[in-house]
């Protein structure tokens, strides 16, 4: 397992690449209610050009392409890249992929909107909480919005199975999620930063944000019938995704 320190926080994705790509395709948590969320937070997304900030293996970015988006993601890990490539290539959507951050992307190249899915809350510290909505902000036409799906600050149930997951606290203050196989046993790990309401809207403001809006995530209704009632239990007393949508 990662020890929870800001490099391993940050080089983890490289070392999980295959067993995370995979588990983006089925995983209910984010099949049922972060993507269907940030698309529902993105609104009209038809011939709109869309930044995925933390894009991954590229799942969320070619939900956004078959939508009719022009998509450009980028991601730090190099690993996490060449997967979403590799599926460009499989699958020609027109996807641009960027190892890096904002500044591997041309600044005269704006966005109608940026997107991050399950990205924010991996940011080893608050400045670099800052400095990605610093990139966004920068990288938006005027008006222009960044839509988040992240880790709820106000989740309660560390220690407790919740979907597919626990989610505990380290000694170091920071928070760790162990994704689970049926069976329950650990199949990946990482280790994320424990940021508060606070520290995200002070970040957003900071990078020049002027309105920010926190929103209730719901389970899709496939999501609900193909799982049933039980497995989404107390989901929307303690939801462990929160959708935050900051504008310019
Ligand atoms: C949980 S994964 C989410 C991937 C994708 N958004 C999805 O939902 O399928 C988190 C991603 O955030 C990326 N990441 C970590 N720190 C980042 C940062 N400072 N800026 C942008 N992406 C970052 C990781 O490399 C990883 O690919």
Redesign the pocket.
Known sequence: MDKPSGES??N???K?SAE?SAL?EIDPA?QFV??PE?LRLLGDIDGKKIL??????????RMLSRRGADVV?????IE?IKKAKQTEEQEKLGIKYFVG?RASISPEFKFDKA??????M???DKK??Q??FA?ANEALEENGSFCS?TFNPTFKRFGEVTYNRRVVRTEDGKIRVDFLDEDSNVKIS?N?SDFSVSDYETAAKEAGFSKIEWVKLEIVPEGKEKMGNDYWKDFENDPPYIGLVATK
């Open positions: 926080q940050i983890q994705y490289n999980l995370y983006t984010k972060q993507y940030a995925d900030i933390g894009c991954g293996p590229g799942t969320f970015a993601g980028y991601d730090p890990s996490q951050d997107v991050s899915v399950m990205v924010l991996y940011a080893t670099k909480l400095d990605i990139g799906i990482a994320f």
